[in-house]
């Protein structure tokens, strides 16, 4: 069974750009959540998606959107790029339901200039 | 990662065992994780164990838990070189919330 991709993998931006990153979780997973990973603030949970609905959300600025597709597939956006927003974004599927085992893919790593 | 804290550094000798602590505070914790994270790479799931367990075996890994002093612990026995990695510990609070909280990390570093 395929892993969690997503893509791009790298991605250059400057600020005051908008960027939109995928992520296909594993097949028959229905959660995806995104996760913002830096070296000053560690791993930060962004959000959660389930059945295309947003069921958690973490505390980032409405800047930062995402959405579910009905065959699961999660898209994240980011408006007014700043600086700051340079960072690895991590997706992790899980199965749904009562299972809790979240597997993440590669990340996207996402430079800001 | 707030409410779970881990010793950032362990360098270990091969062929000895690993252990990594990390303590939580949330007491709802409902799932406690072991993530590894190679340079460059996204977040492998080592294992998991649910808070009503006191320990969790699978081949060179074993998880321990003591609720009472809310303290996890990674044992890595037989170290080699491959594990050299960022050892992440995350707690997700309850059985209807999925987000993980994580730490900072622990890297492990195995020395020959």
């Known amino acids: 069974k395929a892993g969690v991709t997503q893509t791009p993998r790298y991605l250059i931006k400057t600020r005051g750009q908008q960027v939109t990153l995928s992520c296909s979780p594993i097949s028959g997973h229905r959660s995806v959540s995104w996760y913002q990973q830096t070296p000053g603030q560690g791993l930060q949970f962004l959000f959660e998606y389930f059945s295309e609905t947003q069921r958690n959300k973490g505390n980032f600025p409405g800047r930062f959107s995402g959405r579910q597709f009905s065959n699961s597939r999660s898209e994240m956006n980011v408006s007014t790029l700043e600086l700051g927003d340079s960072a690895l974004y991590l997706c992790?599927?899980?199965?749904?339901?009562?299972?809790?085992?979240?597997?993440f893919g590669p990340g996207t790593r996402l430079t800001v200039l | 990662g707030e409410d779970v804290e881990q010793s950032l550094f362990l360098s270990v000798r091969e062929g000895d065992s690993s252990v990594i602590n990390c303590t939580y505070t949330?007491?709802?914790?409902?799932?406690l994780y072991w993530y590894k994270q190679e340079p460059g790479a996204g977040l492998q799931l080592l294992t998991y164990?649910?808070?009503?367990?006191d320990m969790k075996q699978d081949q060179r890994l074993t998880v321990l838990l003591n609720k009472k002093d809310k303290h996890l612990s990674l044992r890595i026995a037989d170290t080699q070189t491959g594990d050299s990695a960022i050892y992440f510990c995350?707690?997700?609070?309850?059985?209807?919330?999925?987000?993980?909280?994580f730490g900072a990390g622990t890297t492990v570093t195995v020395r020959a």
């Open positions: 949330d007491s709802s914790s409902t799932y």
């Open positions: 995350a707690e997700s609070l309850s059985s209807n919330d999925y987000k993980l909280s």
């Open positions: 164990i649910f808070s009503n367990m």
């Open positions: 992790a599927s899980r199965p749904g339901g009562q299972n809790n085992e979240q597997f």
